[in-house]
């Protein structure tokens, strides 16, 4: 009957329905107490929020990594820890965190930072270089876990169907973007951001450090690829790093709901107990070994106590630090489940920490770089500010690396096995940069869990399945670029050399 009646309206009725709307002001519809953009300070402050839970999740529908560098493994749901990236759609969840959740909000903010009327005139530069800065970390995360991906056509409206650029090519877009980025930056004002940033409190001297982090992480990606490059890269960034643990590259969560640690809503809020630690990591933490890749250092890591509880088992003595099988299914009350400070809301989520910068300029050392100090001193500082940051002490530090088994001088193997065992003790926390640093050193030398569903750990993420139905012919010549296995978890990266 509605659609009746206004079919048989008469045109002039209609003409003067129309009249009567076209006489009104034109602030008629609009709601004078109602905002008509958002804040540019609001796009950065979702941005760096969904970037901070996406690299440390624990939530296997987004972020299986710590299985895949064996920090954990599954109590009763095994699926992920065999490297099943489908069942749960896992790269289209990874995928979409980044690219629309997060760089699309960058893209954004630099729109309307000229239009905030909340960040002074004298500021906008310094706002517009850390979404710049944020957008480029979140660029090289796609290209480390993808490999090639759409770049230059990404977020172009004209374009439904956008081509997937070459992966070197973004990554030497990506480091001239961060040198520029750094060079546009006046410290003589702050990023204007304020408390709306929650990484860096609107400090841009902070920002200046954590884009030289980046730098230097960016650089030591490519030096086997690249190694003129890289070193030249290392080096412009000494100087300018932070400089302690308070000057980690990291955003704090808050301590109420839905602002948490993702571990927390995953450990403690949601009621389950998912995750023990593996036999791998723990026994390496306890001196010993129980494979023969992971080396045997002969000393307790003043770590193992914050990394993880002691298992409840009544049949195991009091304090027993145990871990289970990676790719099966383990007894939650037989092993240990990870620690007391994991389950803290404002626990901070760590994009760059300072102990993974001075591990770094140890690398970089080790490489020959001139970065203003020795391999060994580089490794020291690196292992004592991780033992720090997780509630140790100079003194406990000082006894773990005057081990042999640890002392640089005389650990197993050769820089990258020292290094690279220090990066995976360090990072345990930063899932995302553990994955990274052991597909490049290939260090430890980690078997592949049980009833594994593919014949390695993988080296990437498959392309998103929407990709392939809805970009087909642009996923088709990407996975054929990756070259002679494709699309896979086995393909190798363009800085993935050994």
Do not use: H
Request: glycine residues 6%; aromatic residues 10%; charged residues 15%.
């Amino acid at each position: 009957m509605k659609n009746n009646l206004i079919l048989g309206l008469s045109a002039s009725a209609l003409a003067l329905m129309t009249s009567c709307v076209s006489n009104l002001p034109d602030s008629y519809n609009v709601n004078p107490k109602s905002a008509t953009s958002a804040l540019a300070s609001g796009f950065i402050a979702n941005a760096e929020r969904t970037l901070a839970r996406t690299v440390v999740s624990s939530n296997v529908n987004l972020n299986p990594l710590r299985f895949y560098v064996q920090y954990w493994a599954a109590t009763d749901y095994p699926t992920e820890s065999r490297y099943d990236l489908n069942t749960r759609n896992i790269p289209n969840a990874f995928w979409t965190a980044l690219y629309r959740d997060c760089i699309r909000d960058l893209r954004e903010a630099k729109t309307t930072i000229p239009n905030d009327i909340t960040i002074p005139s004298a500021n906008k530069n310094n706002a517009q270089q850390v979404a710049e800065i944020l957008e480029i970390y979140a660029w090289s995360i796609l290209v480390e876990t993808y490999g090639n991906v759409p770049y230059t056509q990404a977020f172009d409206t004209n374009i439904s169907q956008p081509k997937y650029d070459d992966q070197a090519t973004i990554y030497a877009d990506l480091i001239s973007r961060l040198n520029t980025a750094i060079s546009k930056m006046s410290t003589s004002v702050s990023t204007g951001l304020g408390s709306n940033d929650l990484v860096n409190g609107g400090s841009t001297a902070l920002w200046i450090k954590s884009a030289n982090a980046m730098k230097l992480r960016m650089a030591l990606i490519i030096a086997d690829a690249d190694p003129t490059k890289a070193k030249s890269l290392a080096e412009s960034a000494v100087g300018n790093l932070p400089a302690s643990n308070s000057e980690s590259f990291d955003l704090t969560f808050d301590s109420t709901t839905p602002n948490t640690n993702p571990l927390y809503e995953d450990l403690v809020a949601s009621g389950r107990t998912d995750f023990v630690g593996t036999d791998i990591f723990i026994n390496a933490l306890k001196g010993t070994s129980s494979s023969s890749g992971t080396p045997t250092t002969g000393v307790q890591d003043p770590r193992l106590t914050s990394y993880f509880n002691a298992a409840l088992s009544t049949t195991l003595p009091s304090g027993t630090y145990a871990g289970g099988t990676e790719g099966t299914t383990n007894n939650k009350a037989m092993y240990s489940l990870p620690g007391s400070q994991l389950q803290v809301q404002t626990l901070p989520g760590v994009f760059i920490s300072y102990a993974q910068v001075q591990l770094m300029l140890a690398e970089a050392a080790a490489r020959g770089f001139s970065v203003g100090g020795t391999a060994e001193s580089f490794y020291n500082a690196g292992v004592t500010a991780s033992i720090l940051d997780w509630g140790g002490t100079t003194a406990s530090a000082a006894t773990y690396l005057a081990s042999p088994g640890v002392a640089y001088s005389t650990a197993a193997g050769d820089y990258k096995q020292k290094i690279g065992y220090q990066y995976w003790v360090a990072l345990y926390n930063q899932p995302v940069a553990a994955w990274t640093q052991w597909r490049r050193l290939d260090y430890p030398q980690l078997p592949i869990a049980a009833q594994a569903i593919t014949t390695v750990i993988p080296r990437r993420f498959t392309y998103p399945v929407v990709e392939q139905n809805l970009n087909g012919e642009n996923y088709t010549a990407a996975a054929a670029a990756l070259g002679t296995t494709g699309d896979a978890v086995a393909t190798k990266l363009f800085w993935d050399k050994y």
